[in-house]
């Protein structure tokens, strides 16, 4: 809480408190607008490739990082300047490293929160005030303008935090374009499948969320006690919902250590079986309210790799150490000699 999600965030949240906070995030989540990220995610990629052309060397992590903080905080209703996208970025990326650390690494995490939330507090208050026009159907106009269950508005705190659980995550998704890249270099035959058509991507890129680490569990408290399958749960009982396990589990994904993309072509979406962001429902449960801005990033940026640009990958350390958590690839993901595709 001090580091990843926020002290006070829908995910600290149960009940009917938990249902009011959850349908503000699902407000905004509609087809249109996860089109709309998606689109200004492109179009700061597309304009990024002259300058990666000209770099020479780009880490892949970095770059996309920055794309993503750009878009999601134009999507969102968030001023930006330019001069300020890397430092952003590195706070995200400091929260989302943080969470499972110890010393300088979590205390990265918590400080780079703090000036974040101090940061989207100022921009609530000014969007309260009218100084500054919140979009409508932006996050913003949907997290300032939002009264919870006792019908009051959020408390400016509050309210960053939750601010944050859409600029954050949307964010993290940098390390699954990442993951997308590292299947492409190492099952490179699906460079050509991939920009073939949507069916064959949205495939692959859900092979890539089950087959790749990101969080391994989430962890919650028992809310009422409750026996299942000769277990039994008491209340206040820490329990984690095993998400990598669950994603290999070679009852739910034969071969599930192989990466075979077309086993999504006979899987129907069953909610407690691919749990990559969470399990169950989206706006009742704790499941991700951002998976399908997960999915749709995730599908421009394959498209993006494979047809939109060409590059070499050099030699590097892109080992998956499981004990490090969230993972990542030591050296980011490094292209060079990259090329505007055509």
Not at 48 to 70: D, F, K, N, S, Y
Not at 173 to 181: E, G, N, P, Q, W
Request: with cysteine; hydrophobic share 45%.
């Amino acid at each position: 809480q001090h580091t990843l999600v926020g002290v006070g965030g829908v995910q600290g949240l149960d009940g009917p408190a938990h249902r009011a906070r959850k349908a503000m995030f699902m407000s905004i989540m509609t087809p249109s607008a996860v089109r709309h990220l998606g689109q200004l995610f492109d179009d700061e990629w597309r304009a990024r490739i002259p300058a990666w052309e000209q770099a020479g060397r780009v880490v892949l992590h970095e770059e996309v990082g920055r794309i993503l903080t750009r878009a999601v905080c134009a999507w969102a209703g968030v001023p930006l300047a330019a001069s300020a996208v890397a430092r952003r970025c590195a706070d995200l990326h400091a929260m989302i490293a943080a969470p499972a650390a110890f010393g300088p690494r979590h205390w990265r995490g918590r400080l780079a929160r703090q000036r974040a939330e101090r940061w989207l507090a100022d921009v609530v208050d000014r969007a309260r005030d009218g100084t500054l026009p919140a979009p409508p159907g932006s996050a913003l106009a949907a997290v300032a303008g939002h009264h919870d269950a006792d019908g009051r508005l959020l408390p400016r705190r509050i309210a960053a935090v939750e601010l944050l659980n859409v600029l954050r995550p949307t964010v993290a998704v940098d390390r699954y374009v990442v993951f997308a890249a590292l299947a492409l270099h190492e099952h490179p035959g699906w460079r050509d499948r991939v920009r073939a058509g949507e069916e064959p991507t949205e495939r692959f890129v859900q092979e890539v969320r089950r087959f790749y680490p990101f969080f391994p569990v989430v962890a919650a408290r028992v809310r009422d006690s409750f026996d299942w399958q000769g277990y039994h749960f008491p209340r206040g009982r820490r329990v984690l919902l095993d998400l990598y396990g669950t994603n290999h589990h070679p009852d739910l994904w034969p071969e599930p250590d192989r990466f075979r993309p077309d086993r999504f072509a006979t899987w129907h979406g069953d909610r407690y079986d691919l749990v990559p962001q969470g399990g169950g429902d989206h706006l009742g449960g704790h499941r991700c309210a951002g998976e399908w801005i997960t999915i749709e990033l995730m599908k421009r940026a394959v498209t993006n790799l494979t047809a939109a640009m060409r590059y070499v990958v050099p030699p590097q350390d892109l080992a998956l150490n499981l004990r490090r958590m969230p993972v990542l690839p030591p050296s980011g993901f490094v292209v060079t000699d990259v090329r505007r595709a055509g």
